[in-house]
Structure formats: structure tokens, C-alpha cells
């Protein structure tokens, strides 16, 4: 399938500058492309996934990607998508940002051959870039009203906006002119909300030399209900395995809903049609099985983290459905029960019944009592009715841990 079409089938294709023209382009020669990633954090999420897996899709296509990390715009901050002004952070702080970034960018990449890709930083050319050489030779080229009317910076005029972040639409067109005078790069890629952003850098090529080059979007990413992308109740899913465990980053895709599952598939994944329609008509008439969830989960686990920790992450998941806590190796338990409430055990020893309230399970005695009685206590994947119980040190899994379940799902760790 030709890439333009691939990218449409899988909703890729928000906004393009010329689509006959950029469709045309493609298949005529290899055409170089760029995305840029500012270093807000020390690690990407997985809001940052879909325009990185864009970039490989056209690498696999026979186009040369450029990764722009932006030690430059970041110290400045990208008004698009913030109802008020960004912190700005230190030069050390967004270097060493910076760095992360790239490193994190590399795996997902091809940096040999004849499409070989680029990761480039544009505080190279940004850093010695002077004030009165940034307004005589590029600002000239943006009239004010012309501004004021994209939708970066149009959405800040009432909350407020400085003349730092108004400025950045100027910075990200300058990248695209560098870029397009040394590199020949011809493409910018990038959400919906940078709409703005790369128009105003086509803008500035056409007008200072004269070049037809082409800007291209995708949606941003939300959840079926409007919520943020990537947000759980635990905080960000990060790419980096020691912010958001790989054991977590998995649960994060199997636990993605039947409205959004396939669209999922189709933005994250590299499965081709055919699989895809299968997923969602097994979706759509057996949705009990989640057998798309599962194929996501494993696809993109295994994208960011690699076989071996998906399979890990399968384990401690099948583990914790059927009860089989004891099978899992200790750093198996402290990877999938790192993020639930957790106990110390002071001593030795403990009744059940006083430690289930100590450590926050049941609200009383009295509760903890009825939750025995009633078979709602698991200790170690076993149902525990005896509300004499007496909870050891030595019993524990692994000789440190009791887990505790109270009801279906609500884990707790003893330590």
C-alpha cells in the first residue's frame, strides 16, 4: 500500500499542506522529513510515540527521518496546547533533558543504509543565533496579524501570553528553514496543535528561497471519553522502564477500552490491515475475549521494552488474574505491585486481623472480621477465612513478601 494511503487508513492524516502534491512527491524520490521533540521531562511518554513510530513508518517507506531534539525551543517553551505560560528550566536541566531524549529516540530508528536517519539538536543553531539577525532576516517575514491568527498563540491572547512563548512559532519555522537548506528536508510532520507552527515554517521557506515545501498532521490522541492520552491514575506513561515499569506500560495498553482499541492498533502498532479488520470484528462480536487489547498490549510492550519484558510483563499479568502470585520472583513482585499501597512489618509476626487494619485494608477489627468471614481476604493467592490468622515473616513469599487482596482487584503489598 502506498504510504499516503497506509497513513489515512490508520487516521494519520489530520491536516497536509498539498495532498495531491506531497502524494506526488513521495513516490518521485526519496524525501527527507523531520518532527521535533522539546525536552520538557527527562523522558518521552507515550503521547510522544505516535509521531516517533510516523517518522519509522516513512523510514520503512525509503524517506530519511531527521528527530529534532530541542535543546534550543526548549529553554523557550511551545505555547500550543498550555492555558498558561510554561516553566522555564535551566540550561543544565534542558541539556541533560536533551540528551535523555535522544537516547530514548535511537532504538525506534535506523541510522545506516541509504535512508539512514538523523537525530539533531537545534540549539546548534539556535544557541548562536543573534537577536538582531533572528528579527532583520526572519521576523520581517511575520506580519503580526498573521500571528496572532494561529491557533497557538490566538488561544492565549485572553489567559495571556509572553513575547518568549509568542516568539516560538518563529524559532520552530527558522528549524525548518535550517533544515531545509542543509539537509534538503522537505516534510515536517507533528500533531494537530503544531498545525500553525509548521505552516508558518513552509511560509518562511516559500518567502526566502523561493522552495514549495509540505507540512503534515495526525490527531492528537484521546481517550474514548475526551480524557487525556497517557494520564492514569498513577500519573504519565513514560517510556522511560524506570518511571513507568514495563509490567505498568503493558496494563496501560490491555486495559485500553473496546471504543478506542482499534484506532489504537492502527495509530501504535505496525500490524497490517487485514489483522487490524480481524481485531476490530472480533472486537465489535466477541468483545468478552479482548483479544485486540492483548495483541496491542504485546505489539507495543515489545516496541518500547522488547521481547523478554513483555513476556515478563505477561507473566506477572497472568499471575495476578489467576491468583499464582507464588510463581512470580521477588523483582517480578516489586515490578507489578510497585505502584499499589504497601505495608512494613514491623515484627516477626502479626495477626491478620490487626495488621489488615494497620495497614489501611479494612476500616475496623469489626470489617476485617466480616471480610475474613466472607471469604473476601486473599493472602498470597489463596483465600484466607480464619480470622485467627496469624501473618509470619518466614511464610511470606520469597521469605519478604505477603500480597493481600481484598475483593477482585484491590492488591496489597506487605513488606
Known amino acids: 500500500m502506498k504510504l499516503l494511503e497506509d497513513l489515512e487508513f490508520r487516521g494519520l492524516v489530520?491536516?497536509?499542506?498539498?495532498?495531491?502534491?506531497?502524494?506526488?512527491?513521495?513516490?518521485?524520490?526519496?524525501?527527507?522529513?523531520?518532527?521535533?521533540?522539546?525536552?520538557?521531562?527527562?523522558?518521552l511518554h507515550v503521547g510522544s510515540l505516535l509521531p516517533i513510530l510516523v517518522l519509522r513508518r516513512f523510514q520503512l517507506a525509503g524517506h530519511p527521518p531527521i528527530a529534532v531534539v530541542g535543546g534550543g525551543t526548549g529553554l523557550i517553551g511551545d505555547p500550543g496546547g498550555?492555558?498558561?505560560?510554561?516553566?522555564?528550566?535551566?540550561?543544565?536541566?534542558?541539556?541533560?533533558?536533551?540528551?535523555?531524549?535522544?537516547?530514548?529516540?535511537?532504538?525506534?530508528?535506523?541510522?545506516?543504509?541509504?535512508?539512514?536517519?538523523?537525530?539533531?539538536?537545534?540549539?546548534?543553531?539556535?544557541?548562536?543565533?543573534?537577536?538582531?539577525?533572528?528579527?532583520?532576516?526572519?521576523?520581517?517575514?511575520?506580519?503580526?496579524?498573521?500571528?496572532?491568527?494561529?491557533?497557538?498563540?490566538?488561544?492565549?491572547?485572553?489567559?495571556?501570553?509572553?513575547?518568549?512563548?509568542?516568539?516560538?512559532?518563529?524559532?520552530?519555522?527558522?528549524?525548518?528553514?535550517?533544515?531545509?537548506?542543509?539537509?534538503?528536508?522537505?516534510?515536517?510532520?507533528?500533531?494537530?496543535?503544531?498545525?500553525?507552527?509548521?505552516?508558518?515554517?513552509?511560509?518562511?521557506?516559500?518567502?526566502?528561497?523561493?522552495?514549495?515545501?509540505?507540512?503534515?498532521?495526525?490527531?492528537?490522541?484521546?481517550?474514548?471519553?475526551?480524557?487525556?492520552?497517557?494520564?492514569?491514575?498513577?500519573?504519565?506513561?513514560?517510556?522511560?522502564?524506570?518511571?513507568?515499569?514495563?509490567?505498568?506500560?503493558?496494563?496501560?495498553?490491555?486495559?485500553?477500552?473496546?471504543?478506542?482499541?482499534?484506532?489504537?492498533?492502527?495509530?501504535?502498532?505496525?500490524?497490517?490491515?487485514?489483522?487490524?479488520?480481524?481485531?476490530?470484528?472480533t472486537t465489535r462480536t466477541q468483545p468478552e475475549k479482548r483479544e485486540a487489547q492483548r495483541r496491542l498490549a504485546e505489539e507495543v510492550t515489545t516496541l518500547v521494552h522488547g521481547a523478554v519484558a513483555t513476556r515478563r510483563a505477561e507473566k506477572i499479568s497472568r499471575a495476578l488474574f489467576y491468583g499464582e502470585v507464588g510463581a512470580l520472583a521477588a523483582d517480578e513482585i516489586e515490578e507489578g505491585f510497585g505502584d499499589v499501597p504497601s505495608h512494613v512489618l514491623a515484627g516477626d509476626e502479626a495477626a491478620l486481623v490487626d495488621l489488615l487494619v494497620a495497614a489501611g485494608i479494612c476500616s475496623s477489627k469489626r470489617q476485617a472480621r466480616e471480610d475474613l468471614g466472607k471469604g473476601a481476604i486473599y493472602l498470597n493467592g489463596e483465600r484466607?477465612?480464619?480470622?485467627?490468622?496469624?501473618?509470619r515473616r518466614a511464610d511470606g513469599l520469597h521469605g519478604k513478601y505477603h500480597l493481600i487482596r481484598r475483593g477482585k482487584i484491590k492488591y496489597y503489598l506487605i513488606r
Open 82 to 281: 498550555k492555558a498558561n505560560e510554561r516553566t522555564l528550566n535551566s540550561d543544565d536541566v534542558v541539556a541533560e533533558w536533551t540528551g535523555k531524549l535522544k537516547a530514548q529516540l535511537e532504538p525506534f530508528l535506523d541510522f545506516g543504509g541509504t535512508h539512514a536517519a538523523r537525530i539533531v539538536n537545534n540549539y546548534d543553531w539556535l544557541g548562536s543565533l543573534k537577536a538582531i539577525e533572528l528579527l532583520r532576516e526572519v521576523g520581517k517575514h511575520f506580519p503580526v496579524p498573521y500571528m496572532l491568527a494561529k491557533d497557538s498563540v490566538a488561544s492565549r491572547l485572553e489567559s495571556g501570553i509572553s513575547f518568549t512563548e509568542f516568539s516560538y512559532m518563529i524559532l520552530q519555522a527558522y528549524d525548518f528553514f535550517k533544515l531545509n537548506q542543509s539537509l534538503d528536508c522537505q516534510l515536517q510532520i507533528g500533531g494537530s496543535d503544531q498545525w500553525g507552527n509548521i505552516t508558518a515554517g513552509a511560509d518562511l521557506i516559500r518567502r526566502t528561497a523561493g522552495r514549495k515545501v509540505y507540512g503534515l498532521t495526525f490527531p492528537l490522541v484521546t481517550k474514548a471519553d475526551g480524557a487525556k492520552f497517557g494520564k492514569t491514575e498513577s500519573g504519565t506513561v513514560w517510556l522511560d522502564p524506570a518511571k513507568t515499569t514495563p509490567y505498568q506500560f503493558y496494563q496501560f495498553w490491555i486495559n485500553a477500552d473496546d471504543q478506542s482499541v482499534v484506532r489504537y492498533l492502527k495509530y501504535f502498532t505496525f500490524l497490517g490491515r487485514e489483522e487490524i479488520l480481524a481485531l476490530e470484528q
Open 14 to 43: 489530520y491536516q497536509v499542506t498539498d495532498r495531491e502534491g506531497l502524494a506526488q512527491r513521495l513516490q518521485e524520490a526519496p524525501l527527507a522529513l523531520y518532527c521535533g521533540f522539546d525536552p520538557t521531562a527527562d523522558s
Open 384 to 391: 484466607c477465612a480464619g480470622t485467627e490468622t496469624i501473618l
